[in-house]
């Protein structure tokens, strides 16, 4: 089983509509959930992080974390085709102190 | 403040070479953290340094080293290069060792060819 392991894409959604990407980890005793973003032949970029249990929201994007069903999830509301870009899922601590374990990542596409 | 750079942009190597990646932490940070990004997968864990010491490893070969400098910066050090080493580097500074996870933001990237 990986360690961190996401939806399997590629996803395409509309321009305005509500991606959903989600990702599920296997160390239950994991304390810290980051999503990146990444343009092709870019580095990653983080878009929101997210501690407790529940929903986290920055603008059009909403982080949710369920530590009970070791899933977390990020919304990203009225999608625009600059969104499409590799979603990262990454997780850290419990046993990975001090490192962040990313799933394989999921690729979006908004078309207009 | 000046955010992690990275050097250099672009690397090709033979195989059976060596080679040498630079990172400069952001200012104020004391840890670096190192990453390999294969194509099409996340980044990987190499190790991280804190205060000039490794502070953690990942699933990688001795021939992966490091160091840190006294300012921070840090260096990814790799002995006989082999056609799978090919990817992106990235190297990524924090505060303190970050404990369960304070964010990491990653430089741009080293991307290194081995033909």
């Known amino acids: 089983q990986k360690e961190v392991e996401q939806n399997s894409g590629p996803l395409s959604v509309p321009e305005g509509a509500i991606a959903s990407l989600n990702c599920t980890y296997s160390d239950r005793g994991s304390q810290s959930f980051f999503w990146y973003r990444q343009y092709s032949g870019k580095s990653p970029e983080l878009i929101m992080f997210?501690?407790?249990?529940g929903d986290k929201e920055d603008g059009r994007f909403t982080a949710q974390l369920n530590k009970a069903s070791q899933y977390v999830s990020l919304l990203i509301r009225d999608s625009q085709p600059s969104d499409s870009a590799t979603y990262l899922c990454?997780?850290?601590?419990?046993?990975?102190?001090?490192?962040?374990?990313f799933g394989q990542g999921t690729i979006l596409t908004v078309h207009p | 403040e000046t955010g992690v750079t990275q050097s250099p942009t672009h690397l090709i190597k033979t195989r059976g070479q060596q080679v040498t990646l630079r990172c400069s932490s952001q200012?104020?940070?004391?840890?670096v953290s190192w990453y390999q990004q294969a194509l099409g997968q996340g980044p990987q864990f190499i190790f991280q340094y804190y205060r000039e010491e490794e502070n953690g490893r990942g699933n990688f070969p001795p021939r992966f080293s490091g160091l840190q400098f006294p300012n921070y910066s840090s260096e990814l050090n790799v002995n006989a290069l082999e056609l799978d080493d090919s990817a992106l580097y990235l190297c990524?500074?924090?505060?303190?060792?970050?404990?369960?996870?304070?964010?990491?933001?990653f430089g741009n990237g080293t991307r290194l060819t081995v033909t």
């Open positions: 990454a997780v850290a601590g419990g046993t990975s102190y001090g490192k962040l374990t």
């Open positions: 200012s104020g940070h004391n840890t």
């Open positions: 997210i501690y407790s249990n």
């Open positions: 990524a500074s924090s505060l303190d060792s970050g404990g369960a996870g304070s964010p990491l933001h």
